[in-house]
């Protein structure tokens, strides 16, 4: 499963998923094939009823696309794999190792979060070398008055 968020502005985000604003989150073009199978997450208040629930399929989707409502801030998308899918199937394909591949310019950004060391700064944008077209670099800078979260294009 490949989860996404709709927000890369959301500090408890960054502090689950980025090691407390120590990592970085990437950004993806929403028109990349895989990416664009991504569906969005549900954040009910009770669990699921599987009353209508007639096939594997829908019992998968049910079940991955649900989440409890005190979840809802992450606005998640999730892309669901299966090494085999069949085409009727809202699955992406994976190989037999569980890797989806994306496309070659579906990364379009990243982002530096705003504890990161400069040392892991400068290992990402040497990896960033390696791609064979442009990825944008952004900051995350917290808020001089609020809790919040900027996200700035880097200069």
Same mark, same amino acid.
């Given at each position: 499963?490949?989860?996404f ?43 699921? &009823? =599987? *009353?209508?629930?007639?096939?594997p399929? @829908?019992?998968?989707? /049910?079940?991955? $696309?649900?989440?409890a ?35 070659a310019t579906?990364?379009?950004?990243? &982002? =530096? *979060? ?5 040392? @892991?700064?400068?290992? /990402?944008?040497? $990896?960033?070398?390696?791609?064979h ?20 294009l880097?200069?």
């Amino acid at each position: 499963m490949l989860c996404f968020s709709a927000h890369n502005d959301i500090p408890l985000m960054w502090s689950h998923y980025a090691d407390a604003h120590r990592g970085i989150c990437l950004i993806f073009d929403a028109k990349d094939p895989v990416i664009g199978m991504a569906r969005k997450v549900n954040y009910p208040d009770a669990y699921p &009823v =599987f *009353g209508n629930v007639h096939t594997p399929i @829908d019992m998968l989707l /049910v079940t991955m $696309l649900n989440k409890a409502k005190y979840w809802q801030y992450e606005h998640e998308y999730r892309a669901i794999a299966c090494a085999d899918p069949n085409e009727a199937d809202p699955l992406v394909e994976c190989d037999s190792l569980s890797y989806v591949k994306l496309g070659a310019t579906a990364l379009v950004g990243v &982002v =530096f *979060g705003c504890a990161m060391s400069e040392s @892991d700064r400068w290992q /990402v944008k040497e $990896l960033l070398e390696l791609s064979h077209h442009p990825i944008e670099l952004y900051e995350a800078r917290k808020g001089h008055r609020d809790y919040g979260i900027t996200i700035e294009l880097q200069r």
